[in-house]
C-alpha cells in the first residue's frame, strides 16, 4: 500500500532534538479528543500515562491498523527532518507538505516495524535500552536538559523509553529483514552493464584552464579594481606576452592555480550556465571574454575537447558503477520490505493530520 504524495527513504528515528519555545506553545494549543498510547506488547499502563494521554500533545495524527500515532510523534520526526531537507532549516511553502507527509509515513513504518519485530520475537534487553537512554541524555546536554525537554514536551521518563524501545525493535527488524549487507560482484557489474548499455556513455567534454579573479561579495568598493586587473590579464595574454599558466600561477585564487590553471576535464552538464555554454562552444586554444559573477570575474581557455564515447565493459569505472548498483539494489530492497509492512495496513485520518502539522510546524496551510 501506498500513501498518495508520500515518499519515504529510512524509518529510523533518532533522539529528540530541541525544539522552540514557540514551537512548544503551538503544540500545546492543538485541540482535539485525547487518545490513550498504544502499549508495547506486554507492557502495563501506568497511572502517569493515563494523565498524559489527555494532553493535547497526544491526540492521534494517525490510526495504523488500530495503532495510534500521536500528532508529538509525527512533530518530532519532522524537526529531525527538517535539517537534512532544507537550507538552514527554512522550509518552502510549496514543500511543506511533502515533508510533513514523508514525516507521517516514516513514523508509520517505524511503528509497523516495531510491531513486526515482536511478531518475530525480536526483544530489546534492558541494558540496551539504557545505553540508548545514556546515548540519548549525552545528545541533550545532560540528565538535567533531557529532563527539561520531555518536560517541556509533555512526556514521562516512562513513555520516552517506551519511545526508544520502539526505535530500537524498528531498527533491529529493518536490519534482520531489508538491511541486509548488499555485494557487488563482478559478474553483477557485467550483467547490469549489459542491460543498461546506453548508460555507460562517456559525455561530451572539455579540458579547461582557469583564471580566477576572486573579488569579496561583502567589499563590492573592490569589484571595479578586480575588473579592471582582469581585463589588462586578458589584453596581455591576447598579445601574448604572458603564457595562460603563468598568469594563472600569478593571478588567480582557484584552487587550479598551482597547476597553471588547469582544472581538467568537465562533462556538459557540470558547469555553471554562465560558464557551460562558452566552454563548449568555444574554439580550441582562444581566450574567453571575461566572464562575471558574484565571487568576481573569470577568463578561461579550452585545451582539449572530446566528444560522446560509448564505453566498454573493460573501460568503465567500475568502483563508482558498483556503489551505483549497490545504491540501486539497496534503494529496491527498502521499498520490498516497506510495501511489505504496509500490505493491508488500514490508515485512517491521515490528510486531516497534514494539515494540523503543516499549521502547526509553519503556521500555514
Not at 535539517?83 to 518552502?92: A, F, I, L, R, W
Not at 578561461?300 to 558498483?322: C, M, N, S
Not at 500490505?343 to 502547526?360: C, E, I, M
Request: proline share 5%; glycine share 8%.
Amino acid at each position: 500500500m501506498r500513501f498518495p504524495g508520500v515518499h519515504i527513504t529510512c524509518c529510523k528515528r533518532s533522539a529528540i532534538r530541541w525544539v522552540s519555545v514557540a514551537l512548544l506553545t503551538n503544540l500545546a494549543r492543538v485541540a482535539a479528543p485525547p487518545v490513550a498510547l498504544a502499549e508495547p506488547a506486554g507492557a502495563k499502563p501506568a497511572a502517569a500515562d493515563a494523565q498524559k494521554a489527555s494532553s493535547p500533545a497526544r491526540d492521534p495524527a494517525v490510526v495504523v491498523g488500530g495503532v495510534v500515532i500521536t500528532i508529538l510523534d509525527v512533530f518530532l520526526e519532522l524537526n529531525r527532518l527538517i535539517p537534512q531537507e532544507s537550507y538552514h532549516g527554512t522550509v518552502k511553502a510549496g514543500d511543506q507538505r511533502a515533508l510533513v507527509k514523508k514525516a507521517l509515513r516514516n513514523t508509520i513504518l517505524t511503528e509497523l516495524a516495531a510491531q513486526a519485530a515482536r511478531k518475530k520475537g525480536i526483544a530489546v534487553a534492558r541494558a540496551d535500552l539504557d545505553a540508548e537512554y545514556a546515548k540519548r541524555v549525552k545528545e541533550a546536554g545532560g540528565e538535567a536538559a533531557l529532563n527539561k525537554l520531555l518536560h517541556d514536551l509533555d512526556l514521562d521518563r516512562a513513555i520516552y523509553l517506551r519511545n526508544i524501545e520502539r526505535d530500537l525493535l524498528a531498527s533491529r527488524y529493518v536490519a534482520q529483514d531489508y538491511g541486509r549487507p548488499i555485494v557487488i560482484s563482478d559478474a553483477d557489474l557485467k550483467k547490469y552493464y549489459d542491460s543498461e548499455t546506453k548508460r555507460f556513455v562517456q559525455p561530451e567534454s572539455v579540458r579547461l584552464s582557469l583564471i580566477e579573479f576572486r573579488a569579496d561579495p561583502g567589499k563590492p568598493q573592490e569589484r571595479p579594481a578586480r575588473k579592471i586587473e582582469a581585463e589588462n590579464v586578458r589584453k596581455a595574454l591576447a598579445a601574448k606576452f604572458i603564457t595562460f599558466a603563468d598568469a594563472a600561477k600569478k593571478y588567480s585564487g582557484h584552487e587550479s592555480a598551482a597547476k597553471g590553471g588547469d582544472v581538467g576535464w568537465l562533462h556538459r552538464g557540470s558547469l555553471g550556465s554562465e560558464i557551460e555554454g562558452p566552454a563548449f562552444g568555444a574554439p580550441v586554444g582562444e581566450i574567453s571574454q571575461l566572464i562575471e559573477n558574484m565571487y568576481g570575474f573569470n577568463l578561461f581557455v579550452v585545451t582539449e575537447k572530446r566528444g560522446p564515447k560509448q564505453l566498454q565493459f573493460a573501460e568503465i569505472d567500475k568502483e563508482y558503477w558498483r556503489g551505483e548498483l549497490k545504491r540501486l539494489r539497496q534503494r529496491e530492497q527498502i521499498e520490498r520490505g516497506e510495501d511489505r509492512l504496509l500490505a493491508g495496513v488500514v490508515v485512517s485520518a491521515a490528510d486531516p493530520a497534514v494539515d494540523k502539522l503543516v499549521r502547526l510546524r509553519f503556521g500555514t496551510r
